[in-house]
């Protein structure tokens, strides 16, 4: 068990544990600075007093996510992380995979909350200028070889001094190479049908176009300041049954025309409401192809500024 005071050394160098910042079931994140020159950090560890509580197939796994998000941030090059978190050293701590990111000023969630407490939002314009920058940052993820798998607004970090997004946590990532069903993955708050539905197996195939439904769901979410009907509805089931919410889940349509409406009511334009529906396509091959092609889309609707003619 750690506590604010410990020095954790890593490849690079050693990091003094300043104060808890959050965590999971099986990772902690602390405030942290470097011992050689203070630069600040937040040092992900593993949670050992749940690592120990495990079993062993779920220990693997867990030591699997936190070594799947050191591979992936190791291997990205420095023009590569302009919207993903920078990785500022990483080793092992007690046996078990650690690292050092930069440290950031809180997720998206808070900072939204922050500022919806104070009257204000995030506007069309700042609503798609994120979700180009989460684009851009996903374009990278899967760039290099990976599927996402967790897009979320926790995981998006705000860098304060330019109001700009790094995408961050990276352990639910899954190699893009193997096309085979897995086991689930992800928030279902946030999910596609095909990552939270399993197949007869109980199984889930996902691709890239997964991250693009999360996506969608995001843009919503920002612009509306809530979350699709039919996202709520598969948290509460996973809240109350886990996996096997979704055999009994009786789900809303994805789009609703009165959300669509409500969305149309902020966004203003034709071509945001278009955005929106190719991302939240139902099918997978419905959705857009790759990020450019989403980029495409984000720019006619930035542009747009005629008024809808029809929500529906």
Not at 122 to 128: T, Y
Not at 231 to 250: E, K, N, P, S
Not at 296 to 309: E, K
């Amino acid at each position: 068990m750690v506590e604010a005071g410990d020095i954790i050394t890593l490849t690079a160098g050693a990091w003094r544990l300043q104060a808890p910042l959050g965590g999971s079931s099986y990772g902690q994140v602390w405030r942290a600075e470097s011992v050689l020159d203070g630069t600040p950090a937040a040092v992900k560890l593993v949670n050992r007093a749940q690592m120990d509580l495990a079993l062993p197939p779920q220990r693997s796994i867990w030591r699997a996510c936190f070594e799947a998000e050191i591979a992936f941030l190791r291997g990205l090059q420095p023009w590569d992380q302009r919207h993903i978190v920078r990785l500022l050293d990483s080793g092992e701590h007690d046996g078990q995979p650690a690292l050092a990111l930069e440290l950031l000023d809180g997720d998206l969630a808070t900072h939204l909350a922050a500022l919806r407490s104070r009257g204000a939002g995030s506007g069309l314009d700042q609503a798609l200028a994120w979700t180009a920058q989460v684009n851009t940052a996903l374009a990278k993820v899967h760039q290099y070889g990976w599927r996402y798998l967790d897009l979320k607004p926790a995981n998006l970090l705000v860098d304060a001094s330019t109001g700009a997004l790094k995408l961050a946590d990276f352990g639910t990532n899954r190699p893009l190479q193997d096309s085979a069903a897995h086991t689930y993955a992800g928030t279902a708050a946030w999910q596609a049908p095909e990552q939270f539905f399993p197949d007869d197996a109980g199984r889930y195939r996902t691709d890239a176009r997964s991250d693009y439904f999360a996506l969608g769901a995001l843009l919503y979410w920002l612009v509306t300041g809530i979350p699709l009907r039919y996202c709520a509805a598969c948290a509460d089931a996973y809240r109350t049954h886990g996996t096997a919410g979704a055999a009994a889940l009786r789900a809303p349509a994805i789009l609703a025309p009165d959300e669509a409406a409500l969305f149309a009511g902020h966004a203003r334009a034709d071509d945001a409401l278009a955005l929106l529906r190719a991302l939240l396509a139902p099918r997978p091959e419905a959705r857009p192809r790759h990020a450019l092609e989403i980029s495409r889309l984000i720019a006619r609707a930035a542009a747009g500024d005629y008024p809808l003619r029809s929500a529906a």
